[in-house]
C-alpha cells in the first residue's frame, strides 16, 4: 500500500486543545511539514505570541520562545540577531500583530530582519472571548462591536499584507486561506516560499492566512467555513503583494 | 581588554557603563534615545561593532527589552539602557524575563518624574526598581552604584549575578553619576564561575527533547511552584549577594542611610560631621535588592538614631524602617528632584544636627 498522507515529523502526536472547526490545528500543519520538506526541523527556532496560538511548543517539535502580546517580532529580532545561521519564525494572530503589535511588525518587516511571519487572521480575538479585532469586518457582530463594526466608530478593517507590502524590508507579502482544498495548497506553497526565501536569502516574509473561529463567530465550523469565502475574502483579496524574486526575475 | 595592569582613564560615568559591558561579554545592545543616558547608545553603537557585537536602535523600549529578551533566550549577554518613563515601558518585558528565568542588564540612568518630570539627578524610581515595576510576583537583582568607578565595575557583577540566578538585573543610577566623569581602573572582568546555560534555545540540532522558553503554567500547582521557585532565588540572594559600603560606623551614634548620587553628598556631610565631634556613620546600600536588611538590623542594636537621606519624598526608608523593626527612631530627609533642588553638603549637616 502507497501511503499519501501521514504525520509530518515537526508535528507532535498529541490531541488538540483547538475548538474543533479552527484552523490553527490546520497551519500548524502546514508549517509542521514546510519544515520537514525543507530540512529545518533541527534548526528552527519557533517564537510564539499571546492568543489561541500560545501553545505552539505543545504541537510543534522545534525550540520555542514565548513572548508578550504583540512583541513577537521583537524577540525574534533578538534570537536572530544572535542565532543568525538558525531558521526563526513568529506566529502571530490578528489582535497580536495588528492590535497591540503593530509597532513591532512594522519595523521588523521594515528593517528586513531574517526571519518569516505567520499572521492567522480570523477576524476576531479568538482567546479573550471573541472581541472586535483590528480585522473585524464592517458589520460584524463581537462581544465589543454590538450591532456590528461602525466605521465611524471602530475604523475599518486593516489590511496587513497590502500595507507592509509597501516596506523596502519585505521580500514577500501575500495572503492565503484555509478554507478549501485548493487554497490549503496554495497556503503551503506560500509558506514554503516564505521559508525558503529565509534559507536560501536571509528575507523577511510575510504570509497572512484567512482562518475561522466557530465558536467566537457563533457559527458551525461548515458556515465559519464557508463565511471565509463568501464575507473575508471579498475584504481580504488573497493574492501576492510583494515578491522581489519574480520583480528580478521579471527583469 | 582583559590586561594584567588595569588602564587608567578618564570616563563619564555612563560611558564606564558601556566598557564594563563589553569587559563583561555583553555583545548585544538594544535601546531607544533617552536623556540623560544617550551616551551608552551612542558609544555601544561605535563599540560594540568592533567586538563582533551588534548594536540595535529600537522602535521603542517596548521593542528593545523584548529584542534582549529574544537574545538572552537565544544565550546571548545582552543589555538595554533607559531613563524612568523608559524604563516604564520596559516592566512588561522586565516582567516577562523574571517569568522566562532570563538574565539580562537593563540600566536605568534615572531621572525624576512622574510624568515628563525632568532630567535632574533623581531617586524617585527606587520603588519601582526593587518592588517590582512590572505585574507578578517577582524580584530583580538592582545594584545602585555612586561613582564611575562602581559605574564600570557593578556592571560587570550584575551580568554575573543575573546569569547565576537567571533573572534579569537593574543598574539604578542617576544622572549625578551617569554624567559626572572621574578617573577610573578598567579592571579585567574578574574570574567567576557560572552555570552552563543549558536552557537557552538553539535549534534542536539532533536533541532529543525541545527547549521553551515560556512564562505560562496553567496546569494544577504549576504556576505556585513556579513562583516557589522564583521566590527561593530571590531568598538566596538575599542569603548570599548583599553588599553595602559602611563609612564610619564602628562608633556610630546616628547612621544614614542613603544610596547612588545622595550617598555621594551625604558622604561630605558625615566628614564635616565628624570633624564636628558627632559620632555619625552612614550605611550605603549598593544591592538595593537584595537589601542590606541584615547590617540595619545589626545596626539598629547599637546606634540612637537612623537618618535616611533620598532624591525623593520617601522611598527607601520604609525598607530601613523594615530592618529597624521600631527599635530606633528612623528619620527622613528627602528632596523631590528637579533642577535646583540637589542637597548641599552643608544642608545634609544641617540635618544631622537636627537628628542627632
Ligand atoms: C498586554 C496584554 N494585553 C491583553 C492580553 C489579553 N489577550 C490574550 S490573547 C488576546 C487576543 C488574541 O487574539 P489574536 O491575536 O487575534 O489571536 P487568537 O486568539 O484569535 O488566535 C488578548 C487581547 C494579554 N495577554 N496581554
Not at chain 1, 69 to 88: L, Y
Request: glycine residues 10%.
Amino acid at each position: 500500500m502507497q501511503t499519501v498522507f501521514e504525520r509530518p515529523q515537526s508535528l507532535k502526536d498529541v490531541p488538540s486543545h483547538f475548538c474543533p472547526g479552527c484552523h490553527h490545528g490546520l497551519i500548524h500543519r502546514l508549517v509542521a511539514q514546510n519544515l520537514d520538506r525543507l530540512g529545518l526541523q533541527q534548526q528552527t527556532i519557533g517564537v510564539a505570541s499571546v492568543g489561541c496560538s500560545v501553545f505552539l511548543y505543545a504541537y510543534l517539535d522545534v525550540d520555542v520562545i514565548e513572548s508578550p502580546h504583540g512583541r513577537a517580532p521583537a524577540v525574534a529580532t533578538g534570537a536572530k540577531r544572535v542565532q543568525s545561521d538558525k531558521f526563526v519564525f513568529t506566529y502571530q494572530g490578528d489582535g497580536d500583530l495588528a492590535a497591540i503589535g503593530t509597532s513591532e511588525i512594522i519595523h521588523a518587516a521594515n528593517r528586513g530582519e531574517a526571519f518569516s511571519v505567520l499572521f492567522v487572521n480570523n477576524t476576531t480575538y479568538g482567546m479573550t472571548g471573541g472581541q472586535m479585532a483590528p480585522t473585524t469586518l464592517l458589520g460584524q457582530e463581537s462581544a465589543t462591536s454590538p450591532g456590528g463594526r461602525s466605521a465611524e466608530r471602530d475604523g475599518h478593517p486593516i489590511r496587513m499584507a497590502e500595507l507592509l507590502a509597501q516596506l523596502d524590508g519585505v521580500a514577500y507579502s501575500t495572503r492565503v486561506a484555509v478554507d478549501s482544498p485548493q487554497h490549503v495548497r496554495q497556503a503551503d506553497k506560500a509558506i514554503e516560499k516564505a521559508f525558503r526565501l529565509q534559507r536560501d536569502e536571509g528575507r523577511f516574509a510575510f504570509v497572512e492566512i484567512l482562518s475561522t473561529c466557530p465558536t467566537n463567530w457563533g457559527m458551525d465550523p461548515r458556515r465559519a467555513n464557508a463565511r471565509v469565502a463568501e464575507e473575508m475574502i471579498p475584504c481580504f483579496p488573497l493574492g501576492i503583494f510583494k515578491d522581489t524574486q519574480s520583480q528580478e526575475g521579471n527583469q | 581588554m582583559s590586561q594584567s595592569t588595569p588602564a587608567r582613564v578618564f570616563l563619564k560615568g555612563n560611558e564606564a557603563v558601556c566598557y564594563g559591558a563589553i569587559e563583561a561579554g555583553c555583545r548585544y545592545y538594544f535601546g531607544y534615545p533617552i536623556t540623560p543616558q544617550s551616551e551608552i547608545p551612542a558609544l555601544m553603537s561605535s563599540e560594540l561593532p568592533k567586538h563582533g557585537g551588534q548594536f540595535l536602535q529600537a522602535e521603542s523600549e517596548v521593542a528593545s527589552i523584548n529584542m534582549l529578551l529574544g537574545a538572552s533566550a537565544c544565550g546571548a549577554r545582552a543589555m538595554t539602557s533607559s531613563s524612568s518613563p523608559g524604563i516604564s515601558l520596559k516592566q512588561e518585558g522586565i516582567s516577562y524575563l523574571a517569568g522566562s528565568e532570563l538574565p539580562g542588564l537593563i540600566v536605568n540612568i534615572s531621572r525624576s518624574g512622574p510624568g515628563l518630570g525632568g532630567i535632574d539627578a533623581s531617586q524617585a524610581d527606587y520603588f519601582q526598581a526593587v518592588k517590582g515595576g512590572g505585574h507578578g510576583d517577582y524580584r530583580m537583582i538592582v545594584l545602585a552604584p555612586h561613582s564611575v568607578q562602581e559605574m564600570y565595575d557593578l556592571t560587570m557583577h550584575a551580568f554575573d549575578l543575573s546569569d547565576r540566578y537567571r533573572m534579569p538585573a537593574m543598574l539604578l543610577g542617576d544622572s549625578l553619576v551617569g554624567q559626572m566623569k572621574e578617573a577610573i581602573e578598567l579592571r579585567p572582568r574578574p574570574e567567576v564561575e557560572l552555570p552552563a546555560k543549558d536552557w537557552i534555545v538553539t535549534g534542536k540540532g539532533g536533541r532529543e527533547e525541545q527547549r521553551i522558553v515560556k512564562s505560562l503554567f496553567l496546569g494544577d500547582g504549576e504556576l505556585e511552584a513556579h513562583n516557589r521557585h522564583l521566590q527561593a532565588k530571590a531568598q538566596a540572594l538575599r542569603a548570599n549577594e548583599v553588599m553595602a559600603e559602611e563609612v564610619a560606623l564602628e562608633d556610630a551614634e546616628l547612621v544614614l542611610v542613603a544610596f547612588g548620587a545622595a550617598a555621594r553628598i551625604a558622604k561630605t556631610a558625615v566628614r564635616m560631621a565628624r570633624e564636628a565631634g558627632l559620632k555619625v556613620g552612614m550605611l550605603r546600600p549598593i544591592t538595593l535588592f537584595p537589601f542590606p536588611e541584615q547590617h540595619l538590623a545589626r545596626l539598629a542594636e547599637t546606634a540612637r538614631r537612623f537618618l535616611c537621606i533620598e532624591l525623593n519624598t520617601g522611598q527607601m526608608v520604609e525598607d530601613v524602617r523594615l530592618a529597624v523593626n521600631g527599635r530606633r527612631e528612623v528619620h527622613f530627609y528627602g528632596r523631590p528632584p528637579g533642577t535646583g533642588s540637589l542637597p548641599t553638603p552643608e544642608e545634609l549637616y544641617e540635618q544631622i544636627r537636627e537628628s542627632y
